[in-house]
């Protein structure tokens, strides 16, 4: 096999308490990209669709995984990347990351699988560091695993896959202006308060319990983040409307997707998942905002081979 063609899915960073640490995969969100094989030696992205991003290797997330993974085997080959792009960058549901991990893990069934799945996710940290300026795995990691993750630790990498319930769907609203994740950081604070904190990681601890557990009552006491929200939510636009829509129309919690602007909210059921898109598009419809809409199952399986 020379070629592949992979669906590179969407994910929701941070999940409210899990700043950092918490991620979910998307089943119906994300990128296509083709890998393939070529004689010539080193790694070039050689198509980009949807969106204009650039074409140097060192410069695109797709890339700079590839590079980081390419540089750590002696090929006598090369490999080319096409990238057709379906999340738009800075929209916090994961388009770099989908970049990022499409590559390594192209290439990675080309070579039969010489890297695990935790190796995998560090050379697609490398894409990602090179954004946001600090290595993180809460989009990278649900996108390879599936599911939801807790990213344990960075160094040593150590991701474990948080068991949730069947019937948990996400509705998600991308308003279509851009924040860029450094400059979403910049406004954090520095110092929490110790109060701040131990509420934090009481939900934390809360959340990874109700998933486990299947208890909705859990999880909806448990999706709250008093530290990073009330500071990022400010620059989007709505945002306490649409949050209080969703959880008046049913959704278990709801939260900001990764570093804003997207918003996501968590519904038991498909039926609940619409209600609560209707909810918020009551809202949206009237700001005058373009958006884009989308109600997905979490995606157990993550990353797939499309052909
Ligand atoms: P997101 O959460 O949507 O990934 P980020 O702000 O983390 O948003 O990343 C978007 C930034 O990454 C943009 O500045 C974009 O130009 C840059 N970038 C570089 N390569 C890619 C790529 N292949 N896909 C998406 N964004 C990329």
Request: proline content about 4%; hydrophobic content about 40%; overall charge negative.
């Amino acid at each position: 096999m020379n070629e592949i063609k992979i669906f590179s899915p969407g994910t929701v960073a941070n999940v409210s308490c899990g700043f950092d640490v918490m991620g979910f995969c998307l089943d119906n969100v994300g990128d296509e990209m083709v890998i393939r094989k070529v004689d010539q030696k080193g790694i070039r992205i050689t198509k980009i669709e949807g969106f204009d991003l650039p074409y140097e290797a060192d410069k695109n997330v797709a890339g700079i995984s590839a590079l980081a993974m390419y540089n750590a085997l002696d090929l006598d080959f090369g490999f080319e990347i096409e990238i057709y792009k379906k999340i738009k960058p800075g929209s916090g549901i994961g388009s770099s990351a989908a970049s990022a991990v499409g590559s390594v893990f192209g290439m990675n069934e080309l070579l039969n699988r010489p890297f695990n799945k935790t190796q995998l996710t560090e050379f697609a940290m490398k894409g990602e560091a090179f954004i946001s300026k600090c290595e993180h795995a809460d989009n990278i990691g649900p996108a390879i695993f599936g599911g939801f993750i807790l990213a344990k630790s960075v160094s040593p990498l150590q991701i474990l896959e948080i068991p949730f319930p069947e019937d948990l769907y996400a509705t998600i609203i991308h308003p279509q202006i851009e924040i860029k994740t450094a400059d979403a950081r910049g406004l954090l604070p520095t110092e929490v308060a110790l109060q701040d904190a131990i509420k934090q990681w009481a939900n934390l601890g809360g959340l990874v319990h109700g998933l486990h557990s299947g208890d909705y009552e859990v999880i909806k006491s448990a999706l709250h983040d008093v530290i990073v929200e009330p500071h990022r939510s400010k620059l989007i636009p709505h945002f306490q409307e649409v949050k209080e829509a969703a959880i008046h129309a049913g959704a278990v919690g709801s939260g900001i997707s990764g570093s804003g602007p997207s918003i996501f909210s968590l519904c038991k059921g498909l039926e609940r998942a619409n209600e609560v898109k209707a909810a918020i598009e009551a809202i949206y419809s009237k700001t005058g905002i373009e958006y884009d809409i989308h109600v997905s199952k979490i995606n157990s399986k993550g990353i797939k081979i499309l052909n």
